[in-house]
């Protein structure tokens, strides 16, 4: 096993430099980002030529890429417009969107999967039925619908919390933006965990279990959910990546400046190093989650094995 | 113990993935800063300045407003009248409009105790125009003689500093023009002319961290990307002393979140409310809400470097096109009442200081047979098809280019106009300025001050900084210089609006509306008002 985790490491290296050059690519066809700096006014041509040096910019595509890759190895991601290295950028926001990242995932995981275990095992009934119709709905609904109504209500119309999370983004107000980035997630998690409950509960082993004599309570933790949670334990993984990158509309709508809101103003103001950088380390979160998922399917399912 | 074994490894790959990411982590995020600044603290909405907050470097709206509250110029506008009047100057004053002599004030100071004197603007400027020093608003001192030395269109600089400007004495400078022009007083309250501390030269890294300047305000704490907290300056000695104990900007992810904060009051002032939330301002927040024309004229360019556009019947078919806008309608109903129709190029802050209520005429009512008949003398829509390009990323630009093409094709069958979406405004403007336009596209022009000069000299002369059309017209530069030269101000702005009567002629830019400040404010919030730059002073701003 520990060979195939080095295994799996070394492969990120090729995906890690492909998405990389990727994006530094798209970003690059958006065209050039010094004409916006200078608002409605024509650029001056000097000044123009000084600001494409600083960044590279005037130099070819490939020169730029390696660049910037020379950069990434001695800790340096480059600069933001402002000035600021974009290292600094990644310091103040990872940590607040790792933060609403992980309460979403706690909400989406805990709540998901103990809702889906219910109605999977009483299907047809109305619990079932209710969490179905639910789920249905959260599916339905955008994202941002829901976050501005929930922030309306709550936070303006009945002032039970507040509508914006304040700086530094303390865990109790993440609580409402967390439900929201969760929502949809969540109703995936119950249908998911539901199906998959119901499926096993006509398995041989269950049977097996149950005709052993063993407590219902240690049939279903034991046998049924272990086994129902590999399809869910894989989408949770690859949804992790998808909660930090994602939570752009959470994140403009309660006002938490994190991955999202910092992407969103690289990409407007077409800054390549901070558009990269943020996205780069997302690349590293996703492989990171799927490397775990893989692993975690081991020690779900004894039938796994990696050599 | 099979599972345990597994379940060791993906701790193990788990401890390896934190350790490939904790370069993104590590003393981030510090939980200070109490969002809501009681005790005469005003909160307002902010966000974060698009480039270093050097004075001759700044030329967006959030990092003009720490500029305004932290700099005094020599001049200052006021807030409802639009005029200049002497600031840090105790004098301005000239002979021929081309050599002018400034004596500052005695007793100035920075906010770290240095007195303000001629070297703190001499110096300053100096900076600001050097082209290796990159500033964005270079442009602006390039009216002072020497200027093609310090900053020269291509290669490097023969020269660090300005032969125009001269220190006489400790509080006495003078400025030498290339050529007179007589509203150049009047340009000294815009914020690249404001005066740098010594420090600022000693130490540029400390200074672009935390600048010092000698304005109302002096920044005590500023957070990338959370917000900046300012106090009211001690030695600060002006006319504009801070009525509040200090504001607080912060920084929002959009303008729909800092307005639920606004109505929530978590917030007291608001500038720049969104355009969804106009038609609900009113009521939301019980009459705390300004929206008046500010110095922002919208318009749409025609690309003259393009032979289809520039012939001699052309004229004909871009007067024909403004009359087919129904500006009335649609700043009423498409724009919610927050843009105000044009009447002329300039601007309604100007007063009786350039603006004009009839310049458009009848070009500027909506007749659709009569624009229809002017189109078809001029020859038709070049190619029978009309585009106008717009960015899409920001703004409503997509509602009115809309609405704009439907009266078009209303009057001209449809199909003829259609809005041509361009992803950003990087990209925008960079096709815009690379001369790659085929049809009309998006144009607009906040002034940097409230001079009919800056309404016409950029956008219109022929090497004008910011003639996007690249619209050239021999007597309009001619009249345009002749404004310039002129040292009775209201000779120059008849002469000014002389010009401006070109413009009526040849069309080569369509005007449509100025663009209207809009501002909300809390309920223990008093006395806002708007500068005619559309930002709060914040200085007078009183809280209970």
Known sequence: MGRYVLRRLLQMIPVFIGTTLLIFLMV???????????????????????????????????????????????????????????????????????????????????????LGLVSGLRRGRLTDTVAMAFTLIVISIPVFVLGFTLQYLLGVKWAVIRPTVSYGAPLNELILPGLVLASVSLAYVTRLTRTSVAENLRADYVRTAVAKGLPRRRVVTQHLLRNSLIPVVTFLGTDLGALMGGALVTETIFNIQGVGYNLMQGVRRQESATVVGFVTVLVIVYLVANLLVDLLYAVLDPRIRYA | ??????????????????????????????????????????????????????????????????????????????????????????????????????????????????????????????????????????????????????????????????????????????????????????????????????????????????????????????????????????????????????????????????????????????????????????????????????????????????????????????????????????????????YTPATDWTSPVLGEAGYSKDMLGEFGTYDPAKGKQLIEEGGGIPGGKLTISYNADRGNHKLWVDAVCNTINKALGGGTCVGNPVGTFASFRDQVTSKQMTGLFRTGWQMDYPTVQDFLEPLYTTNGSSNDGKWSNKEFDKLVGEANAETDSAKAVATYQQAEKLLVQEMPVIPLWYQNATAGYGANIGNVQLNPFSVPVYSQITKK
Not at chain 1, 34 to 54: C, L, N, T, Y
Not at chain 1, 74 to 81: E, K, V
Not at chain 2, 149 to 154: L, N, Q, S
């Open chain 1, 28 to 114: 690059h066809a958006l065209g050039d980002p010094i004409a916006a700096r200078f608002g409605d006014k024509a650029p001056d041509p000097v000044v123009a030529a000084q600001i494409r040096a600083e960044f590279n910019l005037d130099k070819p595509l490939w020169l730029q890429y390696v660049l910037y890759f020379k950069g990434i190895f001695t800790g340096d991601f480059g600069t933001a417009f402002t000035g600021e290295p974009v290292i600094d950028l990644m310091a103040r926001s990872w940590p607040v969107t790792l933060k609403l990242g992980l309460t979403a995932f706690v909400i989406e995981a805990v709540v998901g999967i103990a």
């Open chain 2, 1 to 338: 113990m099979r599972g345990a074994t597994q379940a060791k490894w993906v701790m193990a790959a788990a401890a390896v993935a934190l350790a490939a990411t904790a370069c993104g982590s590590g003393g981030g995020g510090s939980s200070s800063g109490s969002a809501s600044g009681g005790g005469g603290v005003v909160t307002a909405f902010w966000g974060d300045p698009q480039t270093t907050l050097e004075p001759a470097n700044v030329n967006e709206v959030n990092g003009g407003k720490v500029l305004d509250m932290i700099f005094q110029g020599l001049q200052e506008y006021d807030a409802k009248t639009g005029k200049a009047r002497l600031a840090a100057a105790e004098s301005i004053t000239t002979t021929d409009a081309q050599n002018y002599t400034i004596k500052l004030k005695s007793g100035l100071k920075f906010s770290d105790g240095e007195p303000v004197n001629a070297a703190s603007f001499v110096d300053a400027w100096n900076y600001g125009a050097l082209s290796t020093n990159a500033q964005l608003n270079s442009s602006f001192f390039g009216y002072i003689e020497g200027y093609d030395k310090v900053h020269p269109d291509a290669g490097k600089p023969s020269a660090k500093t300005m032969s125009g400007l001269k220190k006489v004495d400790d509080l006495t400078f003078t400025v030498k023009l290339t050529q007179k022009f007589s509203t150049f007083p009047d340009t000294l309250g815009y914020s690249a002319y404001y005066p740098v501390p010594a420090k600022f030269f000693t130490d540029h890294a400390a200074w672009v961290k935390n600048p010092v300047g000698n304005g109302t305000y002096k920044i005590t704490s500023w957070t990338k990307g959370q917000g900046m907290s300012l106090v009211p300056n001690p030695e600060y000695q002006g006319d504009m002393k801070a009525q509040n104990k200090g504001v607080d900007l912060k920084v929002y992810t959009s303008d729909e979140t800092a307005y639920q904060d606004l109505v929530a009051g978590n917030l007291d002032v608001m500038d720049q409310l969104p355009a969804t939330q106009t038609n609900n301002a009113q009521s939301d927040l019980q009459g705390r809400y300004i929206n008046q024309p500010a110095g922002i004229v919208q318009t749409v360019s025609f690309p003259l470097y393009k032979k289809d556009w520039n012939t001699a019947q052309a004229a004909k078919v871009r007067q024909g096109l403004s009359m087919l806008i129904d500006r009335p309608s649609i700043t009423k109903t498409v724009l919610a009442g927050t």
